[in-house]
Structures are given as structure tokens and as C-alpha cells.
């Protein structure tokens, strides 16, 4: 059974995502964020490379030519109550840690991983699953997490393209927005929602996009919570 996937971000009033970015400075509060994950019910998380990249706490894992694993799920901790999720389709984190905040790290990859990447993960009591031959699919992804882990409810707090993938593919259920007063106001920056490379004339499989709940916070800061109903 598929997870209950909320989708948790804060964003700009412009919609982007970097907040090193945004005019005035200091305007987002990390603090306020991890207590709305939090009031959301908390859990397990997941994240894409790049923000997975900035818990990593090695520079690369070595050579092993003598390496070899197969492609199985390997898991040392499944009695957790969470667990941060990262998916690193090709393997290019080396953690240096098995945890985050306490929640033990599961990476998502796939078939082309190396096996010496897998060595460096079970060094660091890293556990993984496999969602793909060389591409991570997003129903594959959420499948196998129900399947090895039992995770039935999943905060999806990626990056652009990893939450315009989990949209598109219909497997998000609610949008949790923090939107803070500032505006980013340049090109380049992603958004809550990317799709760089999607056909402009191709629609999300939404049919309505209903308010839960709205807060005013300290700050000026607005939370927003939709509930998605599916095309």
C-alpha cells in the first residue's frame, strides 16, 4: 500500500527555494520549519542527492576492486521509528555517518551503483534499497520503501525536480507550504515544483487542490496545507 506522502517545503513568495537567494536575508527560519514537520506528525523524510549531500560528512568512499554485493536491500536498523531517506540514484554520497538527528540514513539506488560504493555504505551502517536499473522511478521508489520498511506515512521535503516527479506521478496527497516574506527575483533558482524538460501542454494528474488549514506566524510567515484529489 502506498505511503500517505505529504509534501513539506518553504518557498519565497516568488515560489523558489534557495534561501541564501532571498531579499531580505535571514527572513526564513529553520527553527519554525522543523517544528511544522513536527505539528505534520514527523516521521520519516525524504530528500533528493543534492540536499542529502549537505549531511555527508566524507569526501568519497575508496576503491575496491574486490567488492561485490548484490542487488538486495541491505538494512541494519528496521525497528526505527523514522528514517531519512535519500535518493541517490548512482551513489555519490559518502556519509561518514549512519544518521541524521537520529533517524537512521536509508539511501535509495539503483542497479549501476558500484560495488564499492556499497562497501563504503556498509562501513558507515548506511542501509539501502534499489529502485531502478539505472533511473530511480517514483512508484518504484515509494513501493519498495512500503515493501523493506513498512513506511506507511513519507514528508517529501526534496528539491524542484524530485517534488515536480512525485507530483506528476500522482503520489503526493497533501502540500504543506511555508511561505515566508522574502523574494528571490532572479532567474535560475528552482521552484517548490520543477519540470525542466515536461512538454508545457502536459497537465498534473490533479483534479482539486483543497485547503486544510491556514496560520499566520511570527515573522509574517503564512502556512498553507492542501489536500490533493487526484485526476
Known sequence: ????????????????????RWTPSGAHSHALYDELHGRLGGGSW??????????AKREAYPDRPEA???????????????YG??????????????????????????????DAHLAGLREDGVGYVFAGETDLDPHEVVATL??????????????GH?????LRGG????????????????????????????????RLPIDTLALISHEVMNGGIVWLRYRITPA
Not at 162 to 166: I, S
Open 68 to 82: 561485490k554485493f548484490p542487488r538486495t536491500a541491505w538494512l541494519p536498523e528496521t525497528n526505527a521509528g523514522a
Open 146 to 159: 512500503a515493501a523493506e520498511l513498512g513506511i506507511h506515512r513519507l514528508l517529501l521535503e526534496g528539491g
Open 1 to 20: 500500500m502506498k505511503p500517505h506522502i505529504i509534501c513539506h517545503m518553504a518557498s519565497s513568495i516568488d515560489g523558489r527555494i534557495l534561501p541564501e
Open 46 to 55: 525524504l530528500v533528493g542527492r543534492v540536499t542529502g549531500q549537505e549531511f
Open 171 to 202: 503520489l503526493i496527497d497533501e502540500i504543506s507550504l511555508m511561505i515566508i516574506p522574502a523574494i528571490d527575483g532572479a532567474s535560475g533558482a528552482p521552484a517548490v515544483f520543477d519540470g525542466s524538460g515536461v512538454p508545457t501542454s502536459e
Open 85 to 114: 531517506i535519500v535518493l541517490d540514484a548512482q551513489g555519490k554520497i559518502a556519509w561518514g555517518r549512519s544518521d541524521v538527528g537520529g533517524d537512521p540514513i536509508v539511501v535509495v539506488l539503483t542497479n549501476a551503483v558500484a
Open 162 to 166: 524530485l517534488n515536480g516527479g512525485f
